[in-house]
């Protein structure tokens, strides 16, 4: 509080409180912030109405007078000076330009004052003369004499120079007599200025013509008052008694709001003292703290040394833990079996596929010998037939024979024999005529049933293509169908081609790690993951992915469960995705060493763009992409891969979905169409709408041939059965015409010859039936042999399809168990990598316990280099430290209890020694303020006062010494003070009017105005103190007379106050002027002649 009150009242020690020391005859020292009021002697001084100039103990114009000034660029002048000025009376003397007002300008600015005290101008740029950069003002005073400022810096004078520059900065150097740069702050020339008691913007030191010509043309009384009260500095006093005022009413309410606060430092200290007095020792409980806190140093010692133990265990267990490597030995052995296994498929499987194409072209051979053996066995139904029918007609023939030879034998007469013979002759020659005409029509229903026959065949074999091919329309047109439902549903969800329930089972699997059931989130299906670089290659990577397009890989077997749970109820057991456990990592597998390079051909892994590094690690693992080239050309693909394919390359894919090894290659029966991983699905569902379109008009072409074809087939059919049943009708004809013949020549003859002869052509007849026989005989053996070679070559072509099925399904299940065997590569070598990480993870876990062994053996020597520090001599611990750190907490708290009713000792002493530390020094400050207030009052009092009778005393004398030098022209003048109404009253009467009431100056001549002038600042100068006084153009409204007057006035003033330094400036000749050796006068040139002489 005390520090508040001294805070405010030290505002008035600043450098406008040394208007106390103005009217002293003497300067007095400044005062500091621990003076408050000044002692009675100080102020008996101040009441003296007459100074004593003897007093001073300085030198004459050795303190704080003007010794030289120097300008360069200022106002109009390039350069002024240096001027050396007197130490007591200086005339500065020159016509109007010659640059006296500027000296005194410069005097103003070159000793910090403003622009605007000079009257000259607003800023400090307009100083500077036109077309240069800067101004230089150089001033310097003298500092000689028994208290100079910093004589020991500074020495014998001060150098102050300032710059201005054009765009009105202004920097100061200030110099010590050497020349050296002691200062460039503003503060140590306010310093400065205050100890040699100068106020360049004092009136009464420095007077210019522009504050003389307003104090002669005011007319307000108030502002001549002002003029008195800022020369004196009684304004100052004023201002100065007015903050005192505020000062002292502010720090007494602080110290009324401070003394409530006292009661509550009192009530504090009363309670810190009850808490001092009552509190008790608690060393034995803090001696059995430290105590425990030694055990437990030590008792961590032995924890360490038995973790370090243990951890030495450890690592010799693991070190002796050959399990990995075993494993890894064990899986190596099963990953060679594997690939051995798999190359003897590969091997079979190529020997399967040799066997094959023979068997192929074996069937092919076949099925042309059916043909041509199926046409021969028909050839020879034929003449099996005929032969037949010949043996029929003869033993017809024969039993006719037979019937005329019995007939003969038992007689019968000739009767009607001629006219028999006639009938009978004209019936044969009749049944000849039909019988030739039947031969001819048999011949040619003959061979219209053989070219039905081969017309029908023809038809049946092109049904049979076109059936095949319709068929095979049919089951395209169908896939594309499928196709293009699947394209529709991915219009709004791409996943949808990887099956119906893909979108859902996602869903499932967002939901479930989200409720946390995955340790890490399953990723696929890697058909939607991955794209390609370039689309044209979407078959031949398709064909190389088929297996693992709907694939998801998990991270672990748990994830594996969860994934196959939510797969059950969207997919059937047979028909649910493959799943494929492997680590997740960050990293990309490194294929540089084993990859395949091609300069023209990327690999599989080349052509993807995959986000996911799992993706594209686990096709490297199980696919082996990286060993895979894509090739668009067969023919191409062929040439590169046989026989010897290039390094690191297994195998190769082109764009039309071929599948090249280096010793084999198969060509998909269908064309391949792209199902997964097409780009825009509305191209393709355009592409997928003409290829329907195409199949749909194919297929109607097809199905309207067939129709064509079958009704054809149909028709033929039904002629041929026609034609053939004409053909037996017509043999049937023949048979029984021939059959009449034979009848009737048999009885002609019969009657014409004897029986003997009929018995001759009866025995003759009987030998062509048995030859006919033989015929027929031999016609039925060589027709069973063709029928017999016909079942053995059928039997054979069945063999033979039969044998290439078995050989297909032995291929497919080989290219199952290929697939098998691969995959089973692919997780064996999965496996082994898993295995030698473990073992790489084993021995970096080795590695890491030694690490950690080592760490811990330093943990321990710093354990126990601190537990000596605690306590040398080593603890015999039995206790665990957690329980010795529990007893410790235990008897913490319970020292805290005690402390916290009682408090810690040295807290609870230094907590009362700070309260009554507080409560003393608040009580004493407030004590101290409040005194210093009463004091205050008093002396401020006894200020205003004094104040008072300084104003009194002040404007008196200013009274006595304006009339005593107006008496010097012969007027009379008076001064009227009212300090109430703050008024200055002046009223001259020239000579010879002194009856008049005549007081107005404005009746005044210009020059009595400026003699008036002149009284009234020399009546302020006999009353003020400064190290110089300035006057410019005091005469220039004077006539001669009163110019002399006030020119002897001057000079008779300095001549009294010879420690004082007098600058007059005036453009009038000083001839007039008394030789003195106090005089100095400086003439100005004027500019003509300083042009001429430069």
């Keep these: 509080m005390q520090r508040n009150g001294f805070g405010h009242l030290s505002a008035m020690n600043k450098r406008k409180s040394c208007a106390h020391n103005v009217v002293k005859p003497s300067k007095t020292p400044r005062t500091d912030g621990k003076t408050h009021v000044q002692d009675e002697d100080e102020v008996d001084e101040e009441d003296g109405v007459q100074q004593d100039h003897s007093l001073s103990s300085l030198s004459a114009g050795d303190i704080g007078v003007i010794e030289s000034i120097t300008l360069r660029n200022f106002m109009s002048h390039h350069s002024l000076g240096p001027f050396k000025f007197g130490p007591n009376v200086n005339f500065i003397v020159g016509n109007n330009g010659t640059g006296k007002s500027a000296i005194l300008t410069a005097l103003i600015v070159g000793l910090g004052g403003k622009a605007t005290t000079t009257n000259r101008g607003t800023s400090l740029k307009g100083f500077v003369k036109y077309g240069e950069s800067s101004a230089d003002i150089k001033v310097k005073l003298k500092n000689r004499g028994n208290d100079p400022y910093k004589g020991d810096i500074y020495g014998d004078s001060i150098c102050i120079e300032h710059r201005i520059s054009s765009d009105g900065c202004r920097t100061c150097k200030i110099k010590s007599k050497m020349g050296h740069v002691i200062s460039t702050k503003k503060e140590e020339l306010t310093a400065i200025l205050d100890h040699f008691g100068i106020q360049v913007d004092n009136p009464v030191s420095v007077l210019n013509q522009e504050m003389s010509k307003q104090f002669l043309h005011s007319k307000s009384e108030a502002d001549k008052y002002k003029f008195f009260m800022k020369a004196t500095l009684l304004e100052q006093m004023k201002r100065d008694y007015i903050h005192i005022k505020q000062t002292k009413a502010l720090t007494r309410d602080q110290v009324e709001r401070q003394e409530e606060c006292l009661k509550d430092l009192r009530q504090l200290f009363l309670q810190k003292k009850e808490r001092y007095e009552r509190l008790s020792s608690l060393d034995d409980m803090r001696q059995t703290l430290e105590e425990l806190k030694k055990k437990m140093a030590w008792g961590l010692v ?33 990953v060679s079996t594997a690939e ?48 037949e029918n010949k043996l029929k007609q003869l033993e017809k023939e024969q039993c006719l024979l037979q019937e005329r030879i019995h007939k003969i034998s038992h007689g019968s007469g000739r009767r009607s024999h001629e006219t028999e013979h006639a009938q009978h002759l004209k019936k044969i020659s009749a049944f000849k005529k039909q019988l030739e005409k039947l031969e001819t029509e048999s011949s040619a229903l003959n061979q219209e049933i053989k070219d039905k026959q081969q017309a029908l065949f023809k038809g049946r074999e092109e049904y049979d293509k076109l059936s095949m091919e319709e068929k095979n329309i049919q089951v395209s047109l169908e896939f594309k169908l499928k196709r293009k439902k699947q394209l529709m549903a991915s219009r709004s969800n791409r996943l949808k ?6 979108p859902e089972l996602l869903e499932s699997i967002d939901k479930a790690f989200a409720q946390g059931r995955f340790v890490k989130k399953p990723v696929g299906p890697i058909g939607a993951c991955i794209s390609l670089k370039d689309p044209s290659l979407a078959v031949a990577v398709e064909s190389c992915l088929i297996g693992f397009i709907k694939t998801f890989c998990c991270d672990n077997y748990r994830d594996e469960k969860v994934l196959q749970r939510l797969m059950s109820s969207y997919f059937p057991n047979g028909n649910r995705p493959q799943i494929i456990v492997c680590p997740f990592t960050d990293r990309v597998h490194n294929v540089q060493g084993r990859g395949v390079h091609h ?29 895979i080239l894509i090739i668009k050309d067969h023919a191409r693909a062929r040439k590169v891969m046989q026989p010897t394919p290039p390094r690191n390359c297994r195998e190769a894919f082109t764009a039309g979905g071929d599948h090249v090894y280096y010793n084999r290659s198969y060509t998909p029966n269908n064309e391949v169409l792209v199902k997964y991983l097409g780009g825009d699905p509305e191209a393709e569902i355009r592409l997928v709408d003409s290829e329907l379109e195409n199949n749909q008009a194919q297929l ?97 072509y069945k063999d033979v399809k039969n044998k290439m099925e078995q050989l297909s399904d032995e291929t497919e299940q080989l290219k199952e168990e290929q697939v098998k065997a691969e995959t089973v590569c692919s997780k064996l070598d999965q496996s082994m990598k898993v295995l030698e990480k473990k073992l790489k993870d084993h021995q970096t876990n080795i590695q890491a316990m030694r690490d950690e062994l080592s760490i811990k053996e330093e943990e321990t020597q710093d354990c126990k280099a601190k537990a000596k520090e605690i306590c040398p001599v080593r603890q015999q611990v039995d206790q665990s430290a957690r329980s010795i750190d529990v007893e410790i907490t235990r008897l913490r708290q319970k020292i ?20 009554h530390s507080n409560y003393k020094s608040k009580s004493s400050q407030l004590r101290d303020l409040r005194k210093f207030i009463d004091r205050l009052d008093n002396i401020m009092i006894d200020r205003q006062d004094r104040y008072k009778s300084l104003r009194r005393s002040l404007s008196v004398r200013c009274k006595l010494y304006f009339n005593n030098f107006m008496m010097q022209l012969h007027c009379c ?28 100056m404005r009746s005044l001549s210009g020059g009595e105005r400026s003699f008036s002038t002149v009284c009234f600042i020399l009546a302020l100068w006999e009353i003020t103190e400064s190290p110089f006084r300035c006057l410019d153009e005091f005469d220039v409204y004077m006539d001669m007379h009163n110019r002399s007057i006030s020119m002897n006035m001057l000079v008779a003033l300095s001549e009294r106050q010879h420690l004082r330094q007098f600058i007059f400036i005036t453009p009038q000749s000083t001839s007039h002027l008394p030789k003195s050796a106090n005089i100095t006068i400086h003439q100005l040139q004027d500019p003509e002649k300083v042009a001429e002489e430069e």
Excluded: W
Aim: glycine content about 2%; some cysteine; hydrophobic content about 30%.
């Design 497 to 502: 081609r990887f099956g119906d329930h893909m």
């Design 340 to 387: 051995k296994r798999l190359q003897d498929i590969q091997m079979k499987l190529c020997t399967l596929l040799e066997e094959q194409e023979q068997l192929a072209e074996e069937s092919h051979k076949m099925k042309e010998e059916i043909k041509v053996k199926t046409k021969a066995q028909k050839n020879q139904e034929v003449v099996y037939f005929r032969a």
């Design 302 to 334: 032995r924890e360490k040394e038995r973790q370090v133990e243990q951890l030495k265990e450890q690592i010799e267990k693991e070190e002796s833990d050959c399990k990995n490597e075993e494993k890894l030995q064990l899986c190596q052995n099963k």
């Design 973 to 1000: 003048g008076s001064m009227i003070f009212d300090h109430v109404t703050e008024t200055l009253s002046i009223s001259v009467k020239p000579p010879g009017q002194e009856i008049n009431n005549v007081s107005d």
């Design 896 to 915: 805290t209890t005690q402390e916290s009713s009682h408090g810690d000792k040295e807290q609870v002493i230094r907590e009362y020694a700070e309260a």
């Design 700 to 796: 109607l072409r097809f199905q309207l041939h067939l129709s064509s074809v079958k009704e054809d087939i149909q028709f033929m059919e039904e002629k041929l059965r026609s034609v053939i049943r004409a053909c037996k009708t017509n043999q049937q004809r023949i048979n029984e015409v021939k059959a009449s013949v034979t009848e009737l020549e048999n009885i002609e003859e019969a009657q014409a010859e004897d029986i003997s002869s009929l018995e001759e052509d009866a025995q003759e007849n009987e030998l062509k039936i048995e030859s006919e026989r033989k015929n027929v005989k031999e016609a039925r053996d060589e027709l069973k042999n063709h029928e017999k070679g016909l079942m053995d070559i059928n039997q054979k």
């Design 599 to 627: 300069p023209e051909f990327p690999s599989v892994l080349d052509c993807l763009i995959v986000e996911n590094p799992v993706i594209i690690n686990c096709l490297i693992d199980m696919r082996g992409i990286e060993c």
